[in-house]
């Protein structure tokens, strides 16, 4: 291959390599919340927005960016060590979610750190309304 071909072909190599870089999972997950009659949202998150929905549950969806991190490093995280799986407390008539791992260390390779961005949606029943950023209670129904 002549020099030109390399030149012209090296900068089409790198940005393929940066494109392969990232590593994009998303997780849902459904919670019934019965007759709860607030919730309260304590996710850990580069972004968490509430949004309404017609629906009678609760749906999460977590998007996460890993970067500079291999398939299979993203996969132990997410599958083994369960670092972004969400739960819920349901006592006393309170809807809590919350992270199963409260405390996200960066992950580091050999090759150093891997940046990581999450982005959670919480869709809420309808019948709920926000009462602070992280609190909704459900509106009476008469």
Request: glycine content about 2%; proline content about 4%.
């Given at each position: ?119 959670i949606r919480v869709f809420v029943p309808e019948n709920f309304e926000k ?5 909704l209670v459900r509106i009476n129904e008469h």
């Amino acid at each position: 291959m002549s020099n030109k071909k390399i030149i012209t072909f090296l900068p089409l190599l790198l940005c393929f390599l940066h494109l392969q870089a990232q590593l994009e999972k998303t997780i849902h997950q459904t919670f019934f919340i019965a007759d709860a009659s607030s919730i309260t949202v304590e996710l850990i998150g580069d972004s968490i927005a509430i949004v309404p929905w017609a629906g009678n549950t609760i749906l999460t969806e977590t998007k996460i960016e890993l970067y500079d991190a291999s398939p299979s490093i993203l996969a132990h995280f997410t599958d083994k060590e369960k670092r972004y799986v969400i739960d819920a407390d349901t006592s006393a008539n309170q809807f809590r979610l919350f992270n199963i791992q409260q405390e996200r260390k960066p992950i580091r390779t050999r090759h150093g750190e891997c940046p990581e961005i999450v982005h959670i949606r919480v869709f809420v029943p309808e019948n709920f309304e926000k009462e602070s950023d992280y609190k909704l209670v459900r509106i009476n129904e008469h």
